[in-house]
């Protein structure tokens, strides 16, 4: 890893675990090129990447401070589905099914997505108890995520991977209910059009874009669950189960 990016990373941790509080001023350049070792190019780096990821705040003549973070109530949290699929006591594996660099691609949404870089591909099919649960069809920013490119992503599904090693501040999910296509279906084990949960999920790390999943699993084997409440803390359940 780049050392901007690993000094991007030491402090994303610390603010996202709660360890830097919001308001708290961060060390000034000069104590950080002496701890890291590193020339003010490679600080400034670090710490435009953390405002553009909206976690810190540069102030003229005053310094750098921890963002005061948005609120956002959350209706439904990011899963690790292969932690939900074990939790039921049943066996996961994931199935890679497509992993390629793609160019700057010409859709105005993948582009935003890619940012300056090239997008991630990573298509690949859920199984529990070794019969399909789901497929997802994921694009990465290879640009928010260099470190995706070269990852052990055969076993670990870039779910999990990404929720072990990019902290996230804002999600959207757009859940609805569609036929399979024929390729669909031919990797999940059914019919050609029959009905699946369709999961739409884009991620972001302040201002910058993370990833894009698409994920279809089969309407009898995974569900959904919001529980709602007046507070802004409600607490969000998402599920899987094998029936």
């Known amino acids: 890893m780049p050392l901007h990016e690993r000094i991007r990373s030491d402090f994303e941790g610390r603010i996202l675990g709660g360890d830097l509080a919001p308001g708290e001023r961060l060390p000034i350049e000069q104590d950080l090129m002496q701890q890291y070792g590193c020339s003010r190019m490679t600080v400034n780096k670090a710490l435009s ?7 810190i705040d540069r102030r003229k003549k005053a310094g750098t ?3 005061r973070p948005k609120v956002h109530s959350m209706v439904l949290d990011v899963p690790d589905i292969a932690a939900q ?4 006591g049943q066996d996961y594996a994931y ?17 935003l997505l890619a940012g300056s870089g090239a997008l991630m591909q990573l298509d690949g099919l859920h199984l529990a108890d070794g ?41 959207e999910t757009r859940i609805s209910a569609v036929g399979v296509s024929a390729d669909e279906a031919a990797w999940l084990g059914v019919p050609a059009g029959s009905p699946c949960l369709c999961v ?44």
């Open 95 to 111: 199935r890679p099914l497509m992993r390629r660099l793609r160019p700057v691609p010409a859709d105005e949404e993948e582009r």
């Open 49 to 55: 990447a953390l405002v553009t990821a909206g976690l």
């Open 85 to 88: 699929v074990q939790e039921r």
């Open 200 to 243: 739409e999920r884009r991620t972001w790390r302040g201002a910058e874009r993370i990833t894009y999943v698409r994920q279809l699993f089969l309407g009898d084997a995974y569900d959904m669950v919001a529980r709602f409440g007046p507070r802004a803390d409600s607490d969000p359940i998402a599920s899987a189960r094998q029936l």
């Open 65 to 67: 401070f921890v963002a």
């Open 131 to 171: 019969n399909p649960l789901g497929i997802e069809f994921r694009l990465v920013s290879a640009a928010a995520v260099p470190e995706i490119v070269n990852a052990d992503l055969d076993t670990v599904p870039p779910g999990t991977w990404l929720l072990q090693h990019v902290p996230w501040t804002e999600a």
